[in-house]
């Protein structure tokens, strides 16, 4: 069973308009949670990261917000789309005292 | 805030040669370095990491690790056309928050 998904696979979507994405990790108790942001071929840029529920630690904002409502899930979103936006949006999940990140299959976001 | 860098940004190399990737950091105080290989559309995986200073084999992979330099680099004997993909270095913040990630290398092993 996988581990950690990620939903949608894919979204296009109009500048200026209203985002969510979201990430559920499955049978890990209070894993650390990260969003990271990657342009076409490029490197991963971390955005958010979460050890526990209710705090996210913002590391480069990018207009957007994130937050973890639930020990198992971390969500990505903002209300007003902008063309730098799109790109390719991963989650993560570790294990506390652990280093190997695990990352989910990614959103893939186009804005229009 | 670390620094990451890696070279070259690209590579081409024939099947079955040695295929070798550069990393640079600038903070000599983290903990952990990793490899990460990323295939066309699909999510980075971690591939080899190493805590101190010194070598580390797994198969065809070798990772070097210099503190001392803020380099450390990976290896892959024999490539295969299966490794084509975009090689990232990552490297421990000070806080142990997450990896900061290097710059990439795309790598193409041509049959």
């Known amino acids: 069973a996988q581990t950690i998904h990620q939903w949608p696979v894919a979204e296009i979507k109009a500048v200026g308009s209203p985002l969510s994405l979201g990430c559920t990790i499955k049978g890990k108790s209070s894993p650390n949670l990260y969003w990271y942001w990657q342009a076409t071929g490029g490197t991963l840029q971390q955005l958010f990261y979460?050890?526990?529920?209710?705090?996210v630690e913002s590391v480069v904002q990018l207009n957007l917000s994130a937050s973890r409502p639930k020990d198992d899930q971390f969500i990505l979103s903002t209300e007003k789309l902008l063309l730098s936006h799109s790109g390719f949006y991963l989650c993560a999940w570790r294990l506390g005292g652990q280093n190997t990140l695990y990352f989910g299959a990614g959103t893939r976001l186009s804005v229009l | 805030q670390q620094k990451v860098q890696q070279s070259p940004e690209s590579l081409i190399v024939p099947e079955g040669a040695m295929t070798s990737l550069n990393c640079t950091f600038s903070d000599s105080a983290s903990q952990y370095f990793a490899w990460y290989r990323q295939h066309s559309g699909k999510a980075p995986k971690a591939l080899m990491s190493?805590?101190?200073?010194g070598e580390k084999e797994e198969g065809r992979f070798t990772i070097h690790l210099n503190k001392a330099s803020l380099h450390f680099s990976l290896h892959i004997r024999d490539s295969q056309p299966s490794d084509s993909a975009l090689y990232l270095c990552?490297?421990?913040?000070?806080?142990?928050?997450?990896?900061?990630f290097g710059t990439g290398t795309t790598v193409s092993v041509s049959p």
């Open positions: 190493i805590f101190s200073n």
């Open positions: 990552a490297v421990s913040d000070q806080g142990g928050r997450a990896l900061i």
């Open positions: 979460s050890i526990t529920v209710g705090q």
